[in-house]
C-alpha cells in the first residue's frame, strides 16, 4: 500500500451528443461488431439454459455468479490464482457495459480472481440492462465515483494483427467473449 501513487482529482470532461436510441440496443450492435455474443435473456434462468444448450463447451466452467453454482464451479478468493490456468468458460457479473464502445466494466470485487477475464479460453459477463450507459463519458463518470483497488473495461474477444499481419484471436485474453443482458421488466 506504501507504493501507491497519491490520488488527484480526476480532469473535467466535455461532453458530446449522446446517440438516440435505447442503449442496449446500440451495446448489442457495437459489441456483435467487435466479434462478441450478446444475449438477452430473463433472469439468470435464461443465463443457466443457454449454457445447458451448448454442450460443446465441456471443458472447466467456473463463475463468480452464486446462483449458477449448479453449473459451474463456484471461484473463491482464497484459491491460489494459477489453479484456474484450466478454465474453459469463466461467467462473471460486470458493473455495467457501454453503449457507444461495446465495454463492460468489471472490478476485482466482481472478478473475485483477478486473472480470470484474462486467463481464460472464453468469457461470460452477465450485466443488467438498466446499467447501460450511453457514452464513454457516462461510464468515466460512474468509475470516478467508485471505490476498487482493480478495473477495467473489457471489449470483446482478444484479438491482435501485429503479429505477420495476420489476425491472431486470443493472444491476450479469451477467445471468445459473451455478453448475457439481463432484461428490465420495464415496458
Avoid at 463447451?57 to 491460489?80: C, F, H, N, P, Y
Avoid at 459477463?125 to 463518470?141: G, M
Amino acid at each position: 500500500m506504501k507504493n501507491q501513487p497519491q490520488s488527484t482529482a480526476l480532469p473535467a470532461v466535455t461532453t458530446f451528443p449522446v446517440p438516440e436510441g435505447r442503449p442496449v440496443d446500440r451495446f448489442s450492435e457495437v459489441f456483435m461488431e467487435i466479434g462478441g455474443f450478446v444475449y438477452l435473456v430473463n433472469g439468470i434462468d435464461g443465463i443457466r439454459e443457454m449454457l445447458n444448450m451448448q454442450a460443446e463447451k465441456k471443458g472447466r466452467m467456473v463463475t463468480t455468479i452464486l446462483e449458477l453454482q449448479d453449473i459451474a464451479e463456484l471461484v473463491s478468493a482464497e484459491d491460489d490464482p494459477h489453479s484456474y490456468s484450466d478454465v474453459e468458460l469463466a461467467i462473471i457479473k460486470g458493473h455495467f457495459g457501454v453503449a457507444e464502445n461495446g465495454a463492460v466494466w468489471i472490478t476485482d470485487e466482481l472478478m473475485v480472481q483477478r486473472a480470470l477475464p484474462y486467463i481464460c479460453q472464453h468469457l461470460a459477463v452477465v450485466i443488467e440492462e438498466e446499467t447501460i450507459q450511453k457514452t464513454l463519458h457516462e461510464a468515466y463518470e460512474k468509475i470516478g465515483e467508485g471505490n476498487y483497488g482493480f478495473g477495467g473495461f473489457i471489449s470483446g474477444p482478444s484479438k491482435t494483427a501485429d503479429i505477420e499481419q495476420a489476425l491472431v484471436l486470443g493472444a491476450h485474453g479469451p477467445l471468445s467473449m459473451t455478453v448475457f443482458i439481463l432484461q428490465s421488466n420495464k415496458g
